[in-house]
């Protein structure tokens, strides 16, 4: 990863010693005076992904972030001897290694209740109402998609794990707020395409059996949930963030309050329920195997300072 650091002139001194002492820093570069705004020494370097939260660390435990500035950035590619023998220097794999900065903020901002979230919530779940009421898989595996819910998960996991109760407080609001926005509208929607003869009960009513699953919760319900929580957030804190996807398309979170809304619309309290049913083991399980996870990783975290940090004399 690529550094950038801005000091106050009178701590560049500490935080090069910071970067003296971390075995996976490499290339620094030092230009006094280069910053105005902040005033101040711009440090530059790269650092291996297994030693960057230590590195951080350091940096705010200096104050850098509150007197100057502290910037991290994913290198694509770079040929450099230097760099590599940094970064065997530091116990553990890049591609495992969690940057746990980056991580709360990349999932903090998703705790914002935006109007565009709203909107994702609303579309995800009418896409998913017709998937459920035309029993089309295709639908439902769309609107999972769709459907923006995984990120205030993931804040929810990250501010349990991390000890962030602002962060899981927010999380859990703009989960429960978003779902609230989406239930009523698809309520509403349901009323008017029933009203113009788009719909009727009888969709709801009729046989559905290849997503009837969506409001008939069993074990096997939460073991998904779970394995798809640990997934996830793996996909969000390592290098493999292509498993993503997968993860938004195994779980019915949206759906399963699309076919809640469409039940209470139409008055079908036991579908209705067994809907809600689905959709909180879903949400709990997601939220336990994601917190297990940050929690497992944070155990097992490699340290840099457990490895001989470089003579760069």
């Not at 992904?49 to 290198?75: F, N, P, T, W, Y």
Request: with cysteine; hydrophobic share 55%; charged share 15%.
């Amino acid at each position: 990863m690529h550094i950038r650091v801005i000091s106050p002139p009178d701590r560049t001194a500490a935080v090069l010693e910071s970067f003296d002492a971390n075995p996976g820093v490499s290339n620094v570069i030092v230009h006094k005076g280069a910053a105005r705004q902040p005033r101040g020494d711009l440090i530059i370097g790269d650092v291996a992904r297994e030693s960057a939260s230590d590195l951080v660390d350091s940096l705010k435990a200096l104050g850098i972030d509150e007197h100057g500035m502290i910037a991290l950035d994913e290198v694509a590619l770079e040929l450099s001897a230097n760099a590599t023998r940094a970064e065997r220097l530091v116990p553990g794999d890049g591609a495992d290694a969690v940057v746990w900065q980056q991580i709360e903020q990349r999932t903090g901002e998703e705790t914002r209740l935006s109007a565009s979230y709203l909107v994702f919530m609303v579309v995800a779940m009418l896409i998913a109402s017709f998937g459920v009421l035309l029993d089309q898989p295709i639908l439902i595996v769309g609107a999972m998609v769709v459907g923006p819910e995984f990120g205030p998960l993931a804040a929810l996991c990250v501010g349990v794990a991390r000890a962030r109760g602002r962060m899981a407080g927010r999380a859990v609001g703009t989960l429960a707020i978003g779902f609230g926005v989406g239930i009523a509208a698809t309520v509403l929607a349901t009323w008017l395409f029933d009203l113009v003869g788009l719909i009727d009960k009888s969709m709801l009513l009729a046989e559905r059996p290849l997503t009837d699953f969506i409001w008939r919760p069993d074990a096997l319900s939460w073991i998904i949930a779970a394995l798809a929580g640990i997934a996830g957030i793996l996909s969000l804190t390592t290098a493999k963030s292509g498993a993503l996807i997968g993860v938004l398309i195994s779980v019915t979170t949206v759906p399963a309050a699309a076919n809640a809304s469409v039940a209470l619309a139409y008055g079908v309290t036991d579908e209705a329920i067994g809907s809600l049913i689905q959709l909180g083991i879903n949400l709990s399980a997601i939220a336990v195997g994601g917190i297990l996870t940050l929690l497992v990783q944070r155990a097992w975290r490699p340290s840099a300072a457990r490895a001989k940090a470089p003579d760069r004399g």
